[in-house]
């Protein structure tokens, strides 16, 4: 005989008893609703701008779509958190390209924008991604630290992310939608293994990128 199916969400969120959770962080296994999720994602934000100093109040900022369903999200986000302030924000899209990253690199490569911030696209699996493929390969043609961008080792002015500490599941549960975790590109494939294993793995290995003797080994040393 048929055992009868339980409910499809039984659980309730951790911070105010909504049913309506749309995901449960294994790291810590706090269930969230959409409302606290967002509450979450944008008070990481505001901690990543304020503990590396990456925005002023007056700034000029660009953000770079890359075509991704987490543009929107991650636009209506920052937009949220800079209501606040007197900037200025316009919105440019990443060149074609083979991946994400490489769209990036061939933007910072001809991209003349004077003394505006650009706010990349990039999140917390993509920080870790870079820098296991950079100790993997050897080769730092693009890596994510501390919120800002470095290209061969070298930081590139003005180029940050304040989304360092979002994961990417977590932002796309705002949307419904998890498309990009079926991705081809290898290395975000391991951080999604590793972290399939290791819940926590990816905070682990971005604070370890933070510390300076690490980035002292690497060839990075913030002045």
Same mark, same amino acid.
């Given at each position: 005989m048929p055992q009868p199916s339980l409910p499809k969400n039984r659980l309730k969120c951790s911070r105010c008893g909504s049913e309506d959770v749309v995901i449960v962080r294994r790291y810590s296994g706090e269930a969230l609703c959409r409302r606290c999720l967002r509450e979450s994602l944008l008070g990481r934000i505001r901690r990543t701008v304020s503990r590396y !100093?990456?925005?002023e109040r007056k700034d000029r900022i660009i953000f770079l779509k890359s075509g991704l369903p987490r543009d929107l999200l991650l636009l209506d986000l920052f937009k949220e958190i800079e209501s606040k302030f007197p900037v200025t924000i316009s919105v440019e899209r990443l060149p074609p390209s083979s991946g994400l990253w490489d769209g990036i690199l061939t933007f910072l490569k001809h991209a003349r924008v !004077?003394?505006?911030? =650009?706010?990349? $696209? @990039?999140? =917390?699996?993509? *920080?870790? *991604?870079?820098?296991l493929r950079f100790i993997l390969r050897g080769t730092p043609d693009i890596l994510l630290i501390k919120g +800002? &961008?470095?290209? /061969?080792?070298?930081?590139?002015? /003005?180029?940050?992310? $304040?989304? &360092?500490?979002? $994961? @990417?599941?977590e932002l796309l549960a705002l949307g419904e939608s998890e498309p990009e975790l079926r991705t081809s590109?290898?290395? =975000? &494939? =391991?951080?999604? +293994?590793?972290?399939?294993v290791n819940p926590g793995m990816r905070f682990n290995v971005l604070r370890i990128s933070e510390r300076e003797d690490f980035l002292r080994s690497i060839g990075i040393v913030f002045r």
């Open positions: !100093g990456l925005l !004077g003394d505006a911030k =650009l706010v990349l $696209p @990039l999140v =917390l699996d993509d *920080a870790v *991604a870079l820098l +800002r &961008v470095f290209v /061969g080792l070298r930081h590139v002015d /003005g180029a940050i992310s $304040p989304f &360092v500490e979002i $994961p @990417l599941e590109n290898p290395y =975000l &494939v =391991l951080v999604q +293994r590793l972290e399939a």
